[in-house]
T-cell receptor, first 115, second 110 residues
Framework: ETGVTQTPRHLVMGMTNKKSLKCEQH?????MYWYKQSAKKPLELMFV???????ENNSVPSRFSPECPNSSHLFLHLHTLQPEDSALYLC??????????????FGPGTRLTVL | ELKVEQNPLFLSMQEGKNYTIYCNYS?????LYWYRQDPGKSLESLFV?????AVKQEGRLMASLDTKARLSTLHITAAVHDLSATYFC??????????FGTGTRLKVLA
């Protein structure tokens, strides 16, 4: 596979469930990102990792827990979510923070519904 | 608070017409990005503008950046139906806290 892949593509979970979103990039990039896209709101940056180190936590509630075991994989662990957390969660990667060609490549997203 | 504002939010235009989408941002930024998102799909990078006065063109789309005015434009020339999508601009204020605009939903009518 090429590019940025995300699994699952769709997820329905109850507020007491624990689930994880997975992102994998095959581009040789060193920076990875989680974004939240809600209806009628701008895309919101959640977390940034650069060379496996978290560089940004954009005031995200602790019920969202990221994990970056290596530069190719990024997870978002979910627990005790609220209905307002329902959204499209997008993963992205880029060569590295601060590089002159720091364009982000996005995955297809996971459509999350919290009941 | 850093804001990135796009206008218009919605744009319906006839094929063959020209139009411009505007992106204003409220703080200094050395980089500005334009993305396209088709319905149900992810974001696709269109342009990266890295300096004041930068202009980039790809097909019927041309993007420019004026860092002094904190303004970027995305100009559409002779629109075709395939350009129907939502267009986002985004800025990096130097802290890697990429801030996206609200998006402009473009519909090109045949």
């Amino acid at each position: 596979e090429t590019g940025v892949t995300q699994t699952p593509r769709h997820l329905v979970m109850g507020m007491t469930n624990k689930k994880s979103l997975k992102c994998e990039q095959h581009l040789g990039h060193n920076a990875m990102y989680w974004y939240k896209q809600s209806a009628k709101k701008p895309l919101e940056l959640m977390f940034v990792y650069n060379f496996k180190e978290q560089t940004e936590n954009n005031s995200v509630p602790s019920r969202f827990s990221p994990e970056c075991p290596n530069s190719s994989h990024l997870f978002l662990h979910l627990h005790t979510l609220q209905p307002e957390d329902s959204a499209l969660y997008l993963c992205a990667s880029s060569p590295a923070l601060g590089s002159s060609t720091d364009t982000q490549y996005f995955g297809p997203g996971t459509r999350l519904t919290v009941l | 608070e850093l804001k990135v504002e796009q206008n218009p939010l919605f744009l319906s235009m006839q094929e063959g017409k020209n139009y411009t989408i505007y992106c204003n941002y409220s703080t200094t930024s050395d980089r500005l990005y334009w993305y396209r998102q088709d319905p149900g799909k992810s974001l696709e990078s269109l342009f990266v503008l890295l300096s004041n006065g930068a202009v980039k063109q790809e097909g019927r789309l041309m993007a420019s950046l004026d860092t002094k005015a904190r303004l970027s434009t995305l100009h559409i020339t002779a629109a075709v139906h395939d350009l129907s999508a939502t267009y986002f601009c985004a800025v990096d204020p130097g802290t890697y806290k990429y801030i996206f605009g609200t998006g402009t939903r473009l519909k090109v009518l045949a």
